[in-house]
Structure formats: structure tokens, C-alpha cells
């Protein structure tokens, strides 16, 4: 669980903050190293994960959220050096918050993380804070974020909507934002919640109708609707039409693979034995 006892940040962090909007001098004018996370005063999260973020103390108001101050790993030696401070100025519609999120989420996802449970954990429950400062803003992309974090417990039931919001279900509130997001008309919450409904073809529809021209979306939601159609088939007419979502979704996420989006790679593969199983179906029939 997240702890709620103030960070002891050094002064001269909190100076060069209050200053110039970063926590490192150096960083502020275009250096390349920061100032090195101290010994003292951490948040308790596992040995490999005690500076991946602090939070100033918890705002009296109940729903308010703490101020963030993310660290990342140095560039040189071992150890991390403080690297960003939220919220530290205006920043319209949530847009900076969002990319610290999806810093700290990338963070979380990658092969060094995924190496260190403790250190995962602290990368996603930074990733949380971020974005709902972000959603506060008016990001909707941030809601599909933590919608992705509560329903997949990133945070291993660590998060801060559990720690302020006891007894409600994280699952659930993943679902709601979700909807929000996807009544904005943001495709990638229309496929997973085509997903999360049972593959529902209504949010799969949506989906393909909203998805911009990127091989990533287009992939995404031509794969949601192959789902949909392939486990509602009830004749050859049906699975012919999930082959042809699945060859769809196929070609884009081939090209969004080669384009050197390894998260495709999955999803790819996914596209491709759901297109080999519709089609030897079609043959045997």
C-alpha cells in the first residue's frame, strides 16, 4: 500500500523546483545527470524500489492528490537521480501529467522492472498518481491508463483508489472509466471494453469505426472485432467475416510490428492464428 508519511525531498530539490520547475539544477539547464536520490526518508516500497517516487504529505481534503516528485535510473553508476516534480505550474488539459504517467508506465513495463516485482510495483503506483492528476486535468487517454492498471493490478492492490476508496472494487472502477473514455471516443477503450464485455461486437464496432489511421489502432480494433465474430458464428458466413477482421487486423499489426512497435508483436501473432484457425475452418467445411 501506498504510505502517506511525507518524503523528507532535500531542500535543495524542493529550491531548484520551486525555481526553476525541475528538481535538478543541472537537468533544468540542459545537463545530463540530476541529483541523486538520498539515503533518508524514502517511501517504503522493497529495497530495489525506495526512490522511484515520494509524495509530499497527503492534502487534508480527501479527495485531493498528493504532490509527486519521480526519480529515474542514473544515466552513469548505479542509483536515481530525481528527475521530474508534480504538479509544479499550469498545465492545460492534463498534458504533462500524462507524460510523466506514460514515462513511469513505460518504466514499469520494461525488462529491468519486469526483472524486479518491487520495483515494478512502485514504477506503475507512480504511473497511477501521474495520470490521475492528469484525468483531474481532463486527459481522457489517462483514463484508459488507469482503467489498464486497476483491471490488471499492476500495482498488486497497492494503488492510491484502494488506499482512499476501501471496500470498492478496482475492477469495477477500471470498467467505469473505460466507459467514460469510450463515450469521449477514444477507440482503445471501445476494444477493451469489447474485451472486458465478453467480446462484445457493439464496443468492437465502435472501435473500428473511431480507430485513426494508425496501424496500431486499426490493428487493435480489427482484432477486437475478429473476436467478436468468431465467438458469436453461429454459420460459414460468420467465420468467413472473422477471417476477414482477422486478415485486417493481420496486415496492420504486421506493419505496426515492422515498424518497430514491439508491443504489436502479440497481438500480431494473436491476429495471425485466429486468421490460419477461421481459414483452415473454411476449408474443412
Not at 35 to 54: P, Q
Not at 115 to 138: M, P, T, V
Request: hydrophobic fraction near 45%.
Amino acid at each position: 500500500m501506498i504510505s502517506a508519511a511525507c518524503a523528507s525531498v532535500p531542500m535543495k530539490v524542493r529550491a531548484s523546483a520551486a525555481l526553476l520547475g525541475h528538481p535538478s539544477f543541472q537537468r533544468a539547464f540542459g545537463g545530463f545527470e540530476g541529483i541523486r536520490v538520498g539515503k533518508h526518508g524514502r517511501i517504503r516500497l522493497g529495497s530495489a524500489a525506495d526512490d522511484v517516487f515520494f509524495l509530499d504529505r497527503v492534502p487534508r481534503k480527501g479527495d485531493a492528490l498528493p504532490r509527486i516528485w519521480l526519480t529515474e535510473a542514473a544515466s552513469e553508476g548505479e542509483g536515481r537521480v530525481f528527475s521530474a516534480v508534480y504538479p509544479s505550474g499550469p498545465d492545460a488539459c492534463g498534458l504533462k501529467a500524462e507524460e510523466l504517467g506514460e514515462r513511469c508506465f513505460a518504466e514499469g513495463l520494461s525488462s529491468s522492472a519486469v526483472g524486479n516485482l518491487a520495483l515494478r510495483i512502485a514504477c506503475f503506483q507512480a504511473a497511477e498518481i501521474c495520470f490521475l492528476h492528469a484525468a483531474d486535468r481532463g486527459s481522457i487517454h489517462a483514463l484508459v491508463r488507469l482503467a489498464t492498471i486497476y483491471r490488471e493490478d499492476l500495482c498488486c492492490g497497492g494503488t492510491w483508489f484502494a488506499r482512499q476508496n476501501p471496500g470498492r472494487v478496482a475492477n469495477q472502477e477500471g470498467l467505469r472509466l473505460l466507459k467514460r473514455a469510450a463515450e469521449q471516443g477514444i477507440a482503445e477503450a471501445c476494444w477493451l471494453l469489447s474485451e472486458a464485455e465478453g467480446q462484445s461486437r457493439f464496443w468492437a464496432l465502435r472501435a473500428v469505426k473511431l480507430a485513426d489511421d494508425s496501424s496500431w489502432e486499426q490493428g487493435n480494433a480489427w482484432l477486437a472485432m475478429a473476436r467478436a465474430l468468431e465467438a458469436q458464428a453461429q454459420d460459414l458466413g460468420g467465420i468467413h467475416a472473422a477471417f476477414e477482421a482477422y486478415n485486417r487486423a493481420a496486415n496492420a499489426l504486421a506493419f505496426c510490428n515492422n515498424s518497430g512497435n514491439w508491443h504489436a508483436k502479440r497481438f500480431l501473432a494473436e491476429a495471425r492464428g485466429g486468421r490460419l484457425r477461421t481459414a483452415q475452418e473454411l476449408t474443412w467445411a
